[in-house]
């Protein structure tokens, strides 16, 4: 068959509640994981050279008197580390009112500590957005014995305002607190350089003891009389209660006390242990030829009955599993089943399982087992494996099963003998579930929240082929009490969500008809007309290119929509626009995955948006974007263009329980207008991903779970 390939890689919301007993699997401790104020890792206000274990989710939030930060941070590789924070930061607004500030931040360390040499570490602070905390630094941290670590730097900006020695660089420009949201590289290690320095000590796992010396002078805040500095030395303490959640106290300048608040979260470590789900059915041997020996010749396929009789009975296991056969072959030597999962986050999980279901019920002739993964209606890889395999590898690990099995693209052929499974469409499914809705940093407050039902249903007339609509209702929240009105230079295209968000009674998410198919190999097509999103509804096409063994992919989307009216029901404004991207999708190895998208959004400008993600094997990911189009940054507003990150994570690495289900989110600084794209569900570059190559690898050690 076309596109196949021999398998022989080697397998490489939120925040829990905080207890004292730390739940199994959160982030372990390690010298230098400490945070300081800014929620990277540090001493006080100033930072370090250290770094976070890798791929450690952290959240923080610090106040000191009127300051208060929010900061979320993400260890991308094992040098890396970047952050998103929000920010209250009296003096720095117009006419010296508070400021509501949005900040990225960058730390990188480019050298790691040996026994004579110490880690060294550059990083970037507030690099976008209004500068209020711009500032740079190259630090250096050095271990002492198991328990100190000093620390040294030379800083820029913020960190050099304080007894600087000169400005090797150049001068820095002037801040512009009224462009929030562009990159303020020409400022980059520009200006004073000042030193920097400090102390920690931990004299057991839980407590931390720092101490620093500042080159922060607060030029502003001063100025101002938001802060007296009295003193430029800082005194902290860190305690740690547990692998997630530990606090700290400070006081700052000789005048003020702070406190900051942490949780840390290593998604790949559950916070439940693995395996906890009902065992699947073991293997089972075929019989000798002696004891079967029609089954074993193959005579048994004269019996037209044994076929469907077969079929009937691996639907039924099938379905006990949590998975549904859509169709299967039968003939002497070989069976092939199409199989949807509907429970098993991991794609080898669900394969695994149905090929053990598959020994037990296939005549002992049949000796090639072929599983095809189904996705929304559409055949999208097959894998085969050897019967005599299964029997002789069940007890070994899951690599040596791999090595031995056959993936192949799913595109049937006008022979392939397959009957569908009777009874099984029309099919219809609903369910109601909690859900929650957030908004920071409205004009008015900080953070507004809904929380609710949605009702969701789906209706599939045939495999690809269907009808499914989300309604939700409101039962408490304070988002309709938001007074944010659009100041959109442009059509407010998404800069009024706010006037959706106060609409939460019987509220349409959306509504729609979607046909999934394959139209050749390689190939997948969609086409979904109907209530969209919240905020368009209309006509979406897409087409997608990628073979089963390919990094790459490449797809093409077409839209025609309109908005909807404020109050999410069958109402439109006027308002109508023809949408479409050309996008490219490629695996770059170790998890990432990164996307690029040309095109037409929703307020007709054109331009490109650019995502990097990084996903790991349990199905967590995280990832972050930038568009940038030909709408002017004064017509977008704050912000300047359209930026963000976003978070994903499978629900069933909370609960312990096998589930499809995840959690999503975005986290935007500002909701602007340019760069705009419509919200469609089921895109197909996501919906086939985890059947194919890449994903299938990260996850095979879990098919014989």
Do not use: C
């Amino acid at each position: 068959m076309p596109g196949k390939r021999r398998i022989s890689r080697n397998i490489v919301a939120v925040a829990v509640a905080a207890s004292v007993a730390a739940p199994a699997g959160m982030a372990e401790p390690m010298i230098g994981n400490a945070r300081g104020t800014f929620g990277l890792p540090g001493l006080v206000d100033m930072p370090t050279a250290e770094s976070l274990p890798d791929g450690l989710l952290g959240a923080s939030l610090f106040w000191m008197g009127d300051t208060q930060r929010t900061t979320f941070s993400f260890q991308i590789t094992p040098r890396m580390t970047a952050a998103l924070r929000y920010s209250r930061v009296p003096g720095f607004g117009s006419g010296g009112d508070e400021l509501k500030d949005r900040s990225f931040d960058f730390h990188y360390r480019f050298l790691d500590e040996t026994d004579w040499r110490p880690a060294l570490a550059v990083g970037v602070r507030d690099f976008i957005g209004t500068g209020a905390y711009s500032s740079e630094y190259i630090v250096a941290t050095k271990t002492f014995g198991d328990s100190v670590r000093a620390t040294a730097g030379l800083g820029w900006g913020r960190l050099g305002s304080k007894d600087g020695w000169g400005s090797p660089f150049g001068d820095r420009p002037p801040l512009n607190y009224d462009k929030i949201g562009k990159l303020n590289s020409s400022q980059w290690f520009r200006g004073e350089v000042a030193p920097f320095f400090g102390l920690a000590w931990a004299p057991n796992d839980k407590l931390t003891l720092k101490a620093e010396y500042s080159s922060d002078a607060f030029v502003q805040e001063v100025a101002m009389g938001e802060l007296e500095r009295d003193s430029s030395v800082n005194f902290g303490v860190d305690y740690r209660f547990n692998s997630l959640a530990s606090v700290s106290a400070y006081y700052l300048y000789g005048s003020e006390v702070g406190f900051q608040f942490n949780l840390s979260i290593d998604p790949r470590k559950p916070p439940f242990p693995s395996g906890i789900e009902k065992a699947p059915l073991p293997v089972r041997p075929r019989p000798a030829p002696a004891m079967d020996p029609e089954g074993w010749s193959g005579a048994w396929t004269a019996d037209s009955s044994v076929h469907p009789g077969v079929q009937r009975v691996v639907a039924e296991s099938l379905k006990k599993d949590g998975q549904i056969l859509e169709s299967m072959s039968l003939s002497a030597t070989r069976a092939e089943v199409r199989v949807r999962n509907e429970t098993y986050d991991a794609r080898p999980q669900a394969i695994g399982h149905t090929a053990r279901i598959l020994t037990r019920a296939l005549p002992p002739s049949v000796e090639t087992i072929v599983v095809t993964n189904v996705a929304r209606g559409m055949p999208v890889s097959s894998v085969a494996f050897k019967r005599s395999d299964l029997e002789r590898l069940e007890n070994e690990n899951s690599n040596a099963i791999l090595q031995r099995a056959t993936l192949t693209d799913a595109v049937a052929g006008p022979d392939d003998g397959l009957r569908m499974t009777e009874g099984l469409f029309p099919r219809f499914q609903w369910a109601m579930t909690p859900y929650g809705e957030m908004s920071w940093y409205d004009d008015d407050d900080s953070v507004r929240a809904d929380i609710g039902v949605s009702l969701a249903a789906k209706y599939e007339f045939a495999p690809g082929l269907v009808l499914s609509g989300t309604v939700r209702q409101k039962v408490l929240g304070n988002l309709d009490d938001s007074t944010h009105v659009s100041n959109s230079k442009v059509y407010p295209v998404r800069s009024d969500l706010v006037e959706y968000r106060k609409h939460g009674d019987l509220a349409i998410q959306n509504l729609t008809l979607a046909w999934y198919a394959r139209p050749a190999e390689n190939l997948y097509s969609r086409v979904t007309v109907g209530l969209l999103e919240r905020m368009y509804g209309g006509i979406s096409g897409e087409l997608l290119w990628k073979p089963v063994d390919s990094r790459l992919a490449l797809g093409a989307e077409l839209n025609y929509v309109k908005q909807r009216d404020f109050d999410q029901q069958f109402d439109f404004r006027d308002y109508d626009v023809v949408t479409g991207h050309a996008s490219a999708y490629y695996d770059l190895g170790k998890g990432f995955t990164g996307q690029l998208d040309v095109g037409r959004y929703l307020d007709e400008d054109w331009g490109t948006t650019l995502s990097i993600d990084r996903e790991f094997a349990n199905g967590w990911r995280v990832g972050a974007f930038a568009t940038v189009t030909d709408m002017s940054s004064d017509d977008f507003g704050d912000g300047s263009f359209d930026k963000g990150v976003r978070v994903s994570f499978p629900v069933a690495w909370i609960t312990g329980r096998p589930t499809v289900s995840k959690f999503k989110t975005t986290i935007r600084p500002v909701t602007g207008d340019g760069g705009a794209r419509v919200d469609i569900d089921g895109r197909l570059y996501e919906t086939i991903r985890d059947s194919h190559t890449g994903e299938l690898y990260e996850g095979w050690g879990r098919f014989w779970r």
